[in-house]
């Protein structure tokens, strides 16, 4: 679970709110013996949940999960940024918006405008060589196909492509680490 879809959530709060400076990491194998598709019983080694507590370099602690066990859950990724001066919240699900708390909103009279505000993000970057069109809903797909047209960008313009090699090697470390809290049960630093 931690080098599978924990790799991408421990991605995204890296880049959206990190450095990430150290890590507190658990995970479990909820069935450890499985059938395999001619119907025995194997053992598995692959972790089902992971679960970590994130502390950043400005001090700042969360708290990043991942499962494979999550009753009604689909292809879901969801993050909540809580910060002393407002909020973001976020559900691939619902992509079209990203919602946004800002406390500095004036909250009278009859409420101001203080609460929740939903930010449209279906056109907010460059369309991917003009395919899919531009009201089309953001998607798995549409964001596949984001990647390698600037992957494929990248190679015609001779620059950087993001994420890079380094960024990749980077992620590796940081879930080395990771693995290694969860197997003492302790906090281990961030590369």
């Given at each position: 679970m931690l080098q599978d879809l924990g790799s991408h959530i421990v991605d995204v709060m890296n880049h959206l709110i990190g450095p990430i400076d150290s890590v507190l990491t658990q995970?479990?194998?909820?069935y450890p013996?499985?059938?395999?598709?001619?119907?025995?019983?194997?053992t598995v080694e692959a972790d089902d949940i992971m679960l970590m507590i994130a502390r950043l370099q400005n001090g700042a602690i969360g708290t990043i999960e991942a499962s494979k066990i999550a009753t009604g859950a689909e292809d879901e990724l969801s993050f909540e940024i809580?910060?002393?001066?407002?909020?973001?919240?976020?559900?691939?699900?619902?992509?079209?918006?990203?919602?946004?708390?800002?406390?500095r909103a004036p909250e009278s009279p009859l409420g101001g405008t203080r609460g929740w505000n939903k930010i449209a993000c279906v056109q907010r970057f460059d369309k991917p060589g003009g395919f899919p069109g531009p009201k089309f809903s953001i998607g798995w797909i549409r964001a596949h196909l984001h990647s390698h047209f600037n992957?494929?960008?990248?190679?015609?313009?001779?620059?950087?492509?993001?994420?890079?090699?380094?960024?990749?090697?980077?992620?590796?470390?940081?879930?080395?680490?990771?693995?290694?809290?969860?197997?003492?049960?302790?906090?281990?630093?961030?590369?």
């Open positions: 995970t479990h194998i909820l013996q499985r059938p395999n598709p001619r119907g025995e019983l194997e809580h910060g002393d001066q407002g909020a973001l919240r976020f559900h691939c699900m619902r992509a079209d918006y990203l919602e946004a708390y800002d406390l992957f494929l960008q990248a190679i015609a313009n001779h620059t950087q492509p993001s994420p890079s090699l380094y960024e990749g090697i980077h992620l590796q470390r940081m879930l080395a680490a990771a693995e290694r809290s969860a197997q003492a049960g302790a906090w281990e630093k961030m590369p």
